[in-house]
């Protein structure tokens, strides 16, 4: 016996027709007709009583609608484990799982152009860890591809990139964060305001 002539079986069996069981499984009146014939043939039994269009099921097609309706409550428990476990491994390897507030310094660098990995996947990891509080830039390179950082012309600009993330996030934020404010004209507005008396 084969599972497919045995959904066929059951589809006919909880649908009362051949029509209704293609409708339900989503294929040809025929091959659902064709596939209850071998089952029948097969085992040279007789699973339904047939009075024109409608269909119910003999005794025997009664005790086997009881079987296939365990059979394929079971196969739909197997996918719904297998999916739930495979969207856990999928969450388990994906980095934003793990975006925090203590998450490292992160340098994100993605080329607008890359068929490997849409840009969106390194937007959607910057706004969680900035959400989660973590230091993290994002640099987006119109154009290129996946893999540009070995292209020679882009090595220096990324190493360049890479060199003041690291002293402005790590080596000495102090000194970035006075001169930020320096240049700000904000803080200059509110620096001139503190020193012209009231």
Not at 60 to 80: K, N, P, T, Y
Not at 131 to 151: E, K, M, P, Q, R
Not at 166 to 191: C, N, T, V, W, Y
Request: a neutral charge.
């Amino acid at each position: 016996m084969r599972l497919t002539q045995l959904r066929s079986f059951h589809a006919v069996a909880t649908t009362g027709s051949f029509t209704g069981a293609a409708e339900k499984l989503h294929v040809s009146q025929p091959t659902v007709t064709t596939q209850v014939g071998q089952l029948e043939a097969l085992y040279k039994v007789e699973l339904f009583h047939r009075t024109g269009r409608r269909v119910r099921p003999t005794e025997l097609g009664e005790r086997l609608v009881h079987l296939s309706r365990q059979i394929f409550s079971l196969e739909a428990d197997a996918v719904q484990l297998l999916g739930d476990a495979g969207e856990a491994a999928a969450r388990a390897a994906s980095p934003l799982t793990y975006a925090g507030e203590r998450f490292p310094p992160t340098l994100l660098l993605h080329g607008t152009s890359d068929r490997m990995v849409h840009h969106s996947a390194s937007q959607a990891m910057f706004e969680a860890l900035r959400s989660a509080g973590a230091s993290v830039d994002l640099h987006l390179f119109h154009g290129h591809n996946h893999g540009f950082a070995a292209i020679p012309s882009m090595r220096e600009r990324i190493a360049d990139e890479a060199a003041y993330f690291l002293d402005r996030m790590l080596i000495d934020p102090a000194k970035h964060q006075a001169e930020a404010e320096g240049h700000s004209i904000f803080a200059r507005r509110a620096a001139e305001a503190r020193a012209t008396p009231a």
